[in-house]
């Protein structure tokens, strides 16, 4: 098993920079890849970015690149998503994932999921 608790969210304005963290435990959470999505109100689950556990190769949502950056520390068993440049858009519940074939945007590729935590950019 493994749990996930994100932490950092809250409101900022547009224009505006947060830092997400995404604290795993459990025996095993090292192996896993780990990804970001985020859900706006009355929409579905959107991949943000995933980072891979053997290299740390990244990748992005469109939406996000150039703005976002996902980072993991293997010794601290935490990820990070660096968000820069806020749009309105960008509100949502943000939620980290962990899965041992993730790397993917797709949110069925993981395993363990996040209680989330609510990002807020008032325009």
């Known amino acids: 098993q493994v749990q996930l608790v994100e932490s950092g969210g809250g409101l900022v304005q547009a224009g505006g920079s947060l830092r997400l963290s995404c604290a795993a435990s459990g025996r095993t959470s090292s192996l896993y890849d780990m990804g970001w999505f985020r859900q706006a109100p009355g929409k579905e689950r959107d991949f943000v970015a995933a980072?891979?556990?053997?290299?740390?190769?990244?990748r992005y949502a469109d939406s996000v690149k150039g703005r976002f950056t996902v980072s993991r520390d293997n010794a601290k068993n935490t990820m990070y998503l660096e968000m820069n440049n806020l749009k309105s858009e960008d509100t949502a519940v943000y939620y980290c994932a962990a899965g041992l074939v993730g790397y993917s945007d797709s949110p069925g590729s993981y395993d363990y999921w996040g209680q989330g935590t609510q990002v807020t950019v008032s325009s």
């Open positions: 980072i891979r556990r053997s290299d740390s190769s990244t």
